[in-house]
């Protein structure tokens, strides 16, 4: 059936200088982001490699608006952290309402187009810092310090990454889309309600161990359509099963031995330009090479040191994701069904812009 093709059908099958430049810069940036967190001893270290991955995996090119839309998440989420946690976090009813008012806006921006890349890095660090920010024991003073330190890496390894392996020209834009008015709001409220209704849950249910799950049922809302979350879910399970897989290998293979950096290092980055590969030829969007690369980040960045090895973390990863993403498709095509019985937010295939 078409709606269960993989999101990426138009991936290719040869590389070329630009994309094996583009290969070099996640796997050095993303490595280069984990010894960082590593030697600093940051606390939240998903932050420094989950970050590099998405800027540099994201966008190909480095300019200005793209370094705008980076800046302007990093200090969005880091004042709605700090303000509305500080004001709202023992208020659970003005605190969800904040967050729903917060998704609606970024996915807004998601829908329209022109500001996706800070509308999609947004919505991942929020859903990240609000995570962190559920535990009990939480700082989050520290917290958003440390998110903004690793904004300040992220900045500097993406300058480095560009300057050392620079794009060798120009790439194609990708197609504009149009999109009716009632497709917009379509897809606002859907991935809205979802984003919520999974805030909620996480909270509800005190999973603190799972914030690889909560993340994924927001990553699987980016086409922001039933049609397009499906085979998103799907990649994102695939590519997350893998990269439990090779962390695992990675695990056995150092034995005894997983406390020492360097070697930790040579297997990330061993991994990480494998699945910076497969991202590519899938054609650089959300798919399951994506999913892996983030899925090496969350593992190596926020779990694994040198008293606590990765079985447990992968197994646990692995299941829940599963679970959580099942779920989260679930409750999109329930919204899905209920949205296109209004004319005014029913669901059309947007068209290219000619």
Same mark, same amino acid.
Request: hydrophobic share 55%; with cysteine.
């Given at each position: 059936?078409?709606?269960?093709?993989? !999101?990426?059908?138009?991936?290719?099958?040869?590389?070329?200088?630009?994309?094996?430049?583009?290969? +070099?810069?996640?796997?050095?940036?993303?490595?280069?982001?984990?010894?960082?967190?590593?030697?600093?001893?940051?606390?939240?270290?998903?932050?420094?490699?989950?970050?590099?991955?998405?800027?540099?995996?994201?966008?190909?090119?480095?300019?200005?608006?793209?370094?705008?839309?980076?800046?302007?998440?990093?200090?969005?989420?880091?004042?709605?952290?700090?303000?509305?946690?500080?004001?709202?976090?023992?208020?659970?009813?003005?605190?969800?309402?904040?967050?729903?008012?917060?998704?609606?806006?970024?996915?807004?921006?998601?829908?329209?187009?022109?500001?996706?890349?800070?509308?999609?890095? /947004?919505?991942?660090?929020?859903? !990240?810092?609000?995570?962190?920010?559920?535990?009990?024991?939480?700082?989050?003073?520290? !917290?958003?310090?440390?998110?903004?330190?690793?904004?300040?890496?992220?900045?500097?390894?993406?300058?480095?990454?560009?300057?050392?392996?620079?794009?060798?020209?120009?790439?194609?834009?990708?197609?504009?889309?149009?999109? /009716?008015?009632?497709?917009?709001?379509?897809?606002?409220?859907?991935?809205?309600?979802?984003?919520?209704? /999974?805030?909620?849950?996480?909270?509800?249910?005190?999973?603190?161990?799972?914030?690889?799950?909560?993340?994924?049922?927001?990553?699987?809302?980016?086409?922001?359509?039933?049609?397009?979350?499906?085979?998103?879910?799907?990649?994102?399970?695939?590519?997350?099963?893998?990269?439990?897989?090779?962390?695992?290998?990675?695990?056995?293979? +150092?034995?005894?031995?997983?406390?020492?950096?360097?070697?930790?290092?040579?297997?990330?980055?061993?991994?990480? !330009?494998?699945?910076?590969?497969?991202?590519? +030829?899938?054609?650089?969007?959300?798919?399951?090479?994506?999913?892996?690369?983030?899925?090496?980040?969350?593992?190596?960045?926020?779990?694994? /040191?040198?008293?606590?090895?990765?079985?447990?973390?992968?197994?646990?990863?692995?299941?829940?994701?599963?679970?959580?993403?099942?779920?989260? +498709?679930?409750?999109?095509?329930?919204?899905?069904?209920?949205?296109?019985?209004?004319?005014?937010?029913?669901?059309?295939?947007?068209?290219?812009?000619?």
């Amino acid at each position: 059936m078409r709606i269960f093709r993989p !999101m990426q059908a138009g991936g290719k099958t040869a590389f070329n200088t630009a994309d094996l430049n583009q290969c +070099l810069r996640i796997a050095f940036g993303g490595t280069l982001g984990f010894l960082v967190a590593k030697l600093t001893g940051a606390s939240y270290g998903a932050f420094y490699t989950v970050f590099p991955m998405l800027l540099l995996g994201m966008v190909p090119q480095l300019n200005v608006a793209v370094l705008r839309q980076f800046l302007a998440n990093i200090g969005l989420v880091s004042l709605v952290v700090l303000v509305g946690q500080g004001l709202l976090g023992d208020k659970p009813v003005p605190m969800t309402l904040l967050v729903m008012a917060l998704f609606a806006l970024l996915f807004r921006a998601m829908a329209r187009g022109p500001y996706f890349l800070f509308g999609a890095m /947004s919505v991942v660090n929020l859903s !990240m810092l609000l995570h962190f920010a559920s535990y009990p024991q939480a700082d989050v003073i520290g !917290m958003v310090t440390s998110n903004l330190g690793a904004a300040a890496s992220t900045l500097l390894i993406t300058l480095l990454m560009h300057t050392l392996f620079p794009e060798p020209g120009a790439r194609p834009a990708r197609p504009v889309m149009n999109k /009716s008015a009632e497709t917009r709001r379509h897809e606002v409220i859907l991935a809205t309600t979802v984003a919520t209704g /999974s805030f909620i849950a996480f909270q509800v249910l005190d999973l603190q161990g799972s914030l690889s799950a909560q993340v994924a049922t927001v990553l699987v809302l980016f086409p922001l359509n039933w049609r397009g979350a499906v085979p998103a879910g799907w990649n994102r399970a695939i590519g997350t099963f893998v990269g439990c897989n090779v962390g695992l290998v990675i695990q056995l293979v +150092l034995l005894g031995h997983f406390d020492v950096l360097p070697f930790i290092a040579v297997g990330l980055w061993l991994s990480l !330009m494998l699945f910076a590969r497969m991202h590519l +030829l899938e054609g650089g969007g959300s798919g399951a090479g994506f999913a892996a690369l983030t899925t090496m980040a969350i593992l190596f960045g926020q779990y694994l /040191s040198p008293s606590q090895d990765l079985v447990y973390s992968d197994l646990y990863r692995f299941s829940s994701l599963v679970v959580a993403v099942a779920l989260a +498709l679930l409750a999109v095509y329930l919204m899905h069904l209920l949205l296109n019985r209004f004319a005014a937010t029913r669901w059309s295939e947007p068209v290219p812009v000619v």
